[in-house]
Each structure stands twice: as structure tokens, then as C-alpha cells.
């Protein structure tokens, strides 16, 4: 059995406080990948790349997660480091990432300094750009697993669902913030001193705000530390023992679990091309059918399709925040069965009327599903960025759900797996007026020997890290998949380079406007693949 010391334990005074210092590394998080999603793929293709070759790059996203997310997870959740399992991913990965954010916003400044040729920096310019992104989805990556399993690790079993609602709504909050300072012009407000253009200035905001929220988080989370890792006779030795433990638990993967993972496999099939694309979809309509022809001709179209994207999913960001507050109150939790909290005396009749009411989480996110594909069969039909935006604001709260229900479900699965049954599986209170109960521990290191201290240690979700990395290769293989469509699918209908953003390229170089949107075409795929996730999804009930 492993062998532990000291317990985990959260920095405040109430729930909310200790919830939202767990969680606080989420927002960073989403504000670089807001930041990503929404100017990257217009600023590529302003440097001269075709759509085609775009999603190629967008490769980096799935490739990352396939391969960082599940060995960081394996690497921590054996880590003896005597700053916790998951921190000292949180804090470096953070470092590392902020870096390649500022490569990325000044990429065309770094070459010009070490290129003084010309006729080579346009090349040498979309390389940098490619590997600065590839960095940044390797590093935030590393950032994500850890934060993921330190949630799982620190909470009990009957907290897994509050501590997913919580991310979901920092995650919203982190989206909210990087679209609204995306749809207003910077430069006009914070002048250059944070660089020259919009887009480098969003890159340096991203950078700071992510080491600040995975520096506050790694302050406020005190980890137990592991003294010695059990020891599985099933696991190989030497250099390949990550990947041979990773595999095996694949194949060996409990049936429910196995179910959550091709329930997340279908729905992103449908998510990627959405959370890439999506912005830079409604920038094109807004461009081809709403905008006045002078105005296509503006001399920063990057920064106008990247507000008018902004603009729309600042709707969208409201819609999520409000509903990882509201969705959480009115769908039960998926412990339900084994936990259910004392009302007060006055309100229990009204609050168990309203629980017997209440939709599970399952059924809430077959609903999501459900959603998100109704409104992206239309995507094809679009004609205004009003009714593209509109589509994109239905899809709100299926991302809400999308984005709590795996976790939600894993973290509980993990802890069952690990032993731990319900409520009073040996939790308890930090202190009198803490509702967040951890582990009970008699000393400061757990005894292997003994068999009650051993079952307790198991609670804590040893091997999270493994499972959630596991989750994330179901996450990344759709997007491989959804790559290659929608590579496949920009070289069939717009081959050429972006009439509204490549201004330096020869107009036969320029891919026709006439025919369907293609990205409107990859959503529409999407669509499709939602409808399969529900019945995946369904499959749940069954075991």
C-alpha cells in the first residue's frame, strides 16, 4: 500500500472561498485558450496560410493532450516531491506557457531581430508562429492534467460534482474575460505599452494572468505528500512503465468508465471544430454578408474579425457563467444515491419536493448533446453573424454541462474504484466551520500495515491523474478525426488563401466566396456526431 504525510487542506473561511481558490487556475487556463480560439487561427491566416493548412496546425491541440496529458497524470500521481503530486506540474507548466504566449504575440519582432533577410522572414515568421503554438498546447496541457487531478485528490466523494461545477464556472469566467478584452480595441485604451497590435497585447495579458491564478492556486491547495507509491506487480520497470501502465489500465478500463470516455470520444467530434472555429466563422459572415463592401478593405481585418468573434461569444460567455451557477442548484448530482445533505428543518419539505423534480446529470447531458446539435445543423444556413451568433448562444449551456459532466462522473468513479462509499468513508472537517471534509488521518503518515489506514489512503484517488489522462486521449482522438475532416473539407471548398484577412496575397490566390461556408460545413459534421453521443451517453443507465 502507499504511504502518506500530512493531509490536504484548502486556504479561507467559507465553501465558496476554499472552491474558488481550488479552481481559481481554471480561469488562466480558459483565458489562454479563449485567447487561442479565437485569434490564432484568423492570425495564421492573415500570415498567408490557406484554411487547409490551418486546421493542419490546429493538430498541435489534440496531439498535446494524446500525448502530455496522460503521461503528466501517470509521472504526479507517482511524484514524491515534498510540494504535493500535482503543484509543482501547476507552477513550471504555468511558467512555460506564459513564455511561449510571448513568443507567439511577437513572433514577427523575434525574427526580424535574428532574420535580417527579407526574402526568408514570411517562412521563417509562419514557422515560429507554428511551433510557439505547438509549445503553448504542450505546456497548458501539463498545467490542465495537474489541475484536474488536484480537484479529484482534494475534495471528497460528495464534492466531486460541486468542485466540477466550480471549474465550470471559472472556466466561464476565464472565457468571459478573454472575449470581452478581445472585443474592445486595447491599443486605444492601454496605448502600446503592452506592445502594438491587439493581438500581442491579448498574448501578455494571457501569460500574466496564468501565472498568477496557477501561482495563487498552488499557494492556497496544501497537497498530502506521497512518501512511497504503492507497488502494482503488473507495472514494467525501466523507461517504458509509464506507457505500459497507461495501456494496461486502458484496456482494463471498468465498464462505467469505459462509458464516460466514448460518450466524451463522440461529443468532441463535434466541440473541436466549434471551439476552434467557431469566432472566425462568425467574423467570415459578418464579412461576407452584413458588412459594407468599403469596409472589407480595413487595414487591420485581423482585429475586426477577431472583435466581431469576440463580440458574439461575449453572449455566449454570459450564458455559461450564469448557467455554471444556475444548472449546478437544479440537477442531481450523480452521488446523489449515497450522499444527500441535511436540509434545514423549515425547508425540508420544500427542498425534498424540488429534489424529487430534479433531472440527473445524465439526463442533463444527453439534453446537452441534444442542444448543441439541433443548433449546429443550421450552421450551413447562416446568412447574417446575427442568426450565426444566435446559433452559437444556444450551445451555452450544453457547453456548461459538456464541461462538469466527465469530470463529475469520473471523480466519483475514481473514488468508488479507490473505496470510498459515501459520506462517511473516514472524512472529516478541516475545522468546525469548514463544510469541506477531507480524509481523517490518526498520524502523520498513514500505516501500510493497517488495514483501516490503508482503505482511507485509497480515498484520496491515487491513480486520478492516470484516469483523467486517460479521459483526455477519448478527448484528443476526436480531434485528430475532426482534423483531418475539416483539412479535407477547407481543400475541397476553399483551397485558396482568406479573401477577408491574406491583403498581401495575389487575388487568384484567393478562394471563392459563393458556395457554403466550409467551416459552417465542419459544424455541421459536428452536429451528427452529437447525435451519436447521446445514445453513447444513454448507454450510462445501463450499467
Request: proline share 5%; aromatic share 12%.
Amino acid at each position: 500500500m502507499s504511504r502518506w504525510a500530512g493531509q490536504p487542506s484548502i486556504k479561507g473561511s467559507t465553501e465558496a472561498v476554499r472552491m474558488a481558490l481550488l479552481t481559481l487556475n481554471t480561469i488562466g487556463i480558459t483565458f489562454v485558450w479563449g485567447v487561442e480560439q479565437t485569434y490564432c487561427t484568423p492570425y495564421l491566416l492573415s500570415l498567408g496560410l490557406t484554411k487547409s493548412k490551418t486546421s493542419l496546425v490546429w493538430i498541435a491541440g489534440p496531439l498535446s493532450g494524446l500525448i502530455v496529458q496522460p503521461i503528466v497524470g501517470a509521472l504526479a500521481d507517482e511524484s514524491t516531491s515534498k510540494w504535493g503530486r500535482r503543484r509543482p506540474f501547476i507552477v513550471i507548466g504555468s511558467i512555460l506557457s506564459a513564455f511561449c504566449l510571448l513568443t507567439l504575440g511577437f513572433t514577427k519582432e523575434i525574427v526580424e531581430f535574428f532574420v535580417p533577410n527579407h526574402h526568408t522572414t514570411q517562412t521563417v515568421t509562419i514557422s515560429t508562429a507554428v511551433l510557439a503554438i505547438y509549445a503553448v498546447d504542450f505546456s497548458i496541457n501539463a498545467v490542465m492534467s495537474a489541475a484536474r487531478s488536484l480537484v479529484v485528490d482534494t475534495l471528497p466523494i460528495e464534492k466531486q460534482q460541486t468542485g466540477s461545477a466550480w471549474g465550470s464556472r471559472m472556466s466561464a469566467i476565464g472565457h468571459g474575460i478573454a472575449y470581452a478584452t478581445g472585443a474592445v480595441d486595447l491599443p486605444s485604451i492601454l496605448g502600446t505599452s503592452l506592445g502594438d497590435t491587439q493581438f500581442k497585447q491579448l498574448t501578455v495579458i494571457a501569460a500574466l494572468g496564468l501565472v498568477f491564478t496557477c501561482g495563487v492556486t498552488s499557494w492556497a491547495v496544501t497537497e498530502r505528500i506521497l512518501i512511497a507509491p504503492r507497488h502494482d506487480p503488473r507495472r514494467e520497470e525501466g523507461g517504458f512503465k509509464v506507457i505500459s501502465q497507461i495501456w494496461s489500465t486502458i484496456v482494463n478500463l471498468p465498464p462505467r468508465i469505459r462509458a464516460i470516455c466514448m460518450a466524451q470520444f463522440w461529443a468532441w467530434i463535434g466541440w473541436f471544430p466549434f471551439l476552434f472555429y467557431s469566432t472566425t466563422w462568425i467574423g467570415e459572415t459578418y464579412f461576407r454578408y452584413d458588412v459594407v463592401r468599403d469596409a472589407k478593405d480595413s487595414g487591420d481585418a485581423l482585429g475586426e474579425i477577431g472583435r466581431v468573434g469576440s463580440e458574439a461569444f461575449i453572449i455566449y460567455s454570459i450564458i455559461t457563467f450564469l448557467g455554471s451557477w444556475i444548472l449546478p442548484m437544479v440537477i442531481k448530482s450523480p452521488d446523489d444515491e449515497s450522499y444527500t445533505q441535511r436540509p434545514p428543518e423549515a425547508l425540508r419539505g420544500v427542498v425534498e419536493n424540488f429534489n424529487k423534480y430534479k433531472p440527473e446529470l445524465l439526463t442533463a447531458w444527453m439534453w446537452g448533446h441534444a442542444t448543441f446539435a439541433g443548433a449546429m445543423l443550421f450552421a450551413p444556413f447562416a446568412k447574417s453573424f446575427r442568426f450565426a451568433t444566435f446559433l452559437v448562444c444556444l450551445c451555452g449551456l450544453p457547453w456548461n454541462i459538456a464541461s462538469w459532466a466527465p469530470s463529475a462522473f469520473l471523480g466519483v468513479e475514481v473514488n468508488k474504484l479507490s473505496g470510498a462509499t459515501g459520506p462517511n468513508a473516514s472524512y472529516r472537517r478541516l475545522s468546525h466551520s469548514s463544510p469541506i471534509e477531507m480524509e481523517e488521518n490518526n498520524g502523520s503518515i498513514l500505516d501500510p500495515d493497517d488495514s483501516r489506514s490503508a482503505s482511507k489512503s485509497n480515498t484520496t484517488g491515487q491513480l486520478s491523474g492516470v484516469y483523467f489522462g486517460i479521459l483526455n486521449i477519448y478527448t484528443t482522438i476526436p480531434q485528430f478525426i475532426g482534423t483531418i475532416l475539416s483539412t479535407i473539407i477547407f481543400s475541397i471548398l476553399e483551397p485558396g488563401k482568406s479573401p477577408e484577412l491574406a491583403h498581401s496575397a495575389h487575388p487568384n490566390e484567393h478562394h471563392g466566396t459563393d458556395g457554403p461556408n466550409a467551416i459552417a460545413v465542419c459544424l455541421f459534421i459536428g452536429a451528427c456526431s452529437a447525435i451519436v453521443a447521446v445514445f453513447a451517453t444513454r448507454k450510462l443507465k445501463y450499467l
